[in-house]
């Protein structure tokens, strides 16, 4: 059976000469895999990580790798590609859903806020270093959890405050509180000390070493 599907790109994995497997969340199948035929190197860009996708996959019930063809872009996203500090979020926030999100996994909604996260950062044009802090927060919440600051107390060191700032502020007033570099990255390690102990697994995320160079005193947005 063949029908299209809205796809939010992860990760991929090549899988032999012209074949990549494709690690994605959908509204019909949460976070699965399916395999794609990629041909020209030219045309991976398509497999950006946060990519917002449309594609016909094929069902096979005697294959668990389903094949996924005739893949377009729904929305360019032309805020975050064109941006070097928005594409390093969109690395980041990619590498926690697919660490924390596991293969199989449909939480009910995630689908839906993950892409509107995905086109709020793409919109926003300044004022965005915080983004990642209140992006862990809100898919805290939508996996299931309700972080209060008690409950990010044994996780927050000595930022508990500012921890509690966030869970408590606006969307437009958690971007503009200021921080350092150092402190947002240590305040994300602590949300995701708190994800690691509800979702019971490691989540090391490489790329928020990559963040905390960026965003630096010096050199935030």
Request: hydrophobic share 40%; net charge negative.
């Amino acid at each position: 059976m063949k029908h299209s599907i809205e796809l939010i790109v992860l990760n991929h994995t090549k899988f032999g000469e012209n074949s990549i497997v494709l690690h994605t969340l959908s509204r019909e199948y949460g976070r699965r895999s399916f395999l794609v035929r990629t041909g020209s190197k030219a045309g991976m860009a398509l497999f950006l990580p946060l990519n917002l996708l449309e594609a016909v996959i094929s069902e096979n019930p005697r294959a668990t790798l389903w094949n996924a063809r005739s893949l377009t872009v729904r929305h360019p996203l032309a805020g975050i590609r064109g941006n070097l500090f928005k594409n390093t979020i969109t690395l980041f926030m990619s590498e926690v859903l697919y660490r924390t999100v596991r293969d199989g996994a449909d939480p009910d909604g995630l689908f839906d806020w993950c892409e509107r996260s995905i086109l709020t950062l793409d919109a926003l044009e300044s004022d965005f270093s915080n983004y990642p802090i209140r992006f862990l927060l809100e898919l805290a919440v939508t996996l299931g959890f309700q972080p209060t600051a008690e409950d990010m107390a044994p996780y927050a060191e000595h930022h508990l405050q500012e921890l509690r700032t966030f869970l408590q502020a606006p969307f437009s007033e958690s971007m503009l509180l200021p921080l350092s570099g150092s402190a947002r990255n240590e305040i994300a390690q602590s949300i995701l000390r708190y994800l690691e102990h509800h979702t019971e697994s490691a989540i090391q995320i490489r790329s928020l070493a990559v963040l905390r160079e960026l965003f630096s005193e010096t050199g935030k947005p």
